[in-house]
């Protein structure tokens, strides 16, 4: 307990000594999505001629769906090695339904975010990894019936710093809430982001 409590000491005394620096920034890049948790489906019914009732229904394989997403980093570094970096994004997600009907069409499903992270970075010299919790804002959607309104998810990442302001990153985002009664969303990143410098 004494170890661990002296170790707090110096790790906060060694971020009280350095220089915090603010730089603000910018991310885009390319999302490939999909939708966890097994198959689609879609049910439907309908009243012929002779007012009999027929149900219908068709399963889809889900496929990966590639889109974009771009947003404002703002890089807190409190030391060498950890930067704390809230974000705020827009990102279009989603996933490819294809159908295994011949007579049914395959449809591309749509969901659209504003979302923000808390992102917490680790540097080893030019590279680093960051993780942390997102919470995401429905704008827009399509091909889905009734989306849930918000998604908390979870992101882990890696990054490398080309120069000083430029750097490329890949991540993978995991959302836990339902976007409707049977998938959550699962999406890849990877893009670049550009860091301005300020005055000190």
Do not use: C
Not at 30 to 54: E, K
Not at 69 to 83: S, V
Not at 114 to 135: E, Q
Not at 163 to 172: D, P, S, Y
Request: net charge positive; proline share 3%; charged share 20%.
């Amino acid at each position: 307990m004494k170890k661990i409590l002296l170790l707090t000491i110096v790790l906060i005394s060694g971020l009280s000594l350095a220089q915090v620096t603010f730089n603000p920034g910018i991310r885009v890049g390319a999302n490939i999505s999909h939708l966890s948790d097994g198959p689609a489906h879609d049910y439907w019914y309908y009243v012929d001629n002779q007012n009999y009732y027929h149900n219908g229904s068709n399963t889809y394989d889900i496929k990966s769906k590639i889109d974009f997403y771009i947003g404002f980093q703002a890089n807190i570094r409190f030391a060498k090695f950890y930067a704390l970096q809230p974000e705020i994004y827009y990102t279009r997600q989603g996933a490819k339904y294809e159908s295994q009907d011949p007579s049914v069409a395959s449809k591309t499903v749509s969901v659209s975010y504003v979302g923000a992270a808390v992102v917490n970075k680790f540097y080893f010299d030019k590279f680093n990894i960051h993780f942390g919790p997102t919470l995401e804002l429905l704008t827009d959607y399509k091909n889905v019936e009734s989306p849930t309104e918000a998604d908390l998810g979870f992101l882990f990442g890696a990054g490398y710093d080309i120069t000083k302001n430029f750097g490329v990153e890949a991540r993978i985002k995991k959302g836990f809430v339902h976007i409707n009664s049977d998938h959550t969303n699962v999406t890849f990143q990877t893009g670049v982001y550009y860091t301005f410098n300020m005055k000190k």
